[in-house]
């Protein structure tokens, strides 16, 4: 069953707040380039004690992807 929506409740947008001068978009370049979060599980946390042993871990692997693909597809 579908909630009926509330039609009585007030605005979102308080009148206060204004807009006018506001730029469409100023910032969504640099929010779709923004970062990508993972979370690691606990046990995984304790090997990797910071984000630089983490991708360096993930470009070596990446790196033993990519030569294994290639020898495979010989």
Do not use: C, H, W
């Not at 007030?10 to 979060?37: C, H, I, L, W």
């Not at 690691?40 to 992807?65: H, M, W, Y």
Request: hydrophobic share 40%; net charge positive.
């Amino acid at each position: 069953m579908k909630k009926q929506a509330n039609k009585s409740a007030e605005p979102q947008m308080r009148a206060e707040y204004d807009f006018s001068r506001g730029v469409r978009g100023k910032y969504a370049r640099r929010f779709a380039q923004g970062t990508n979060v993972v979370v690691l599980e606990s046990d995984v946390a304790k090997v990797f004690p910071s984000s630089e042993t983490v991708n360096s871990s993930l470009r070596a692997l990446a790196g033993i992807i990519r030569r294994r693909e290639k020898v495979l597809a010989k």
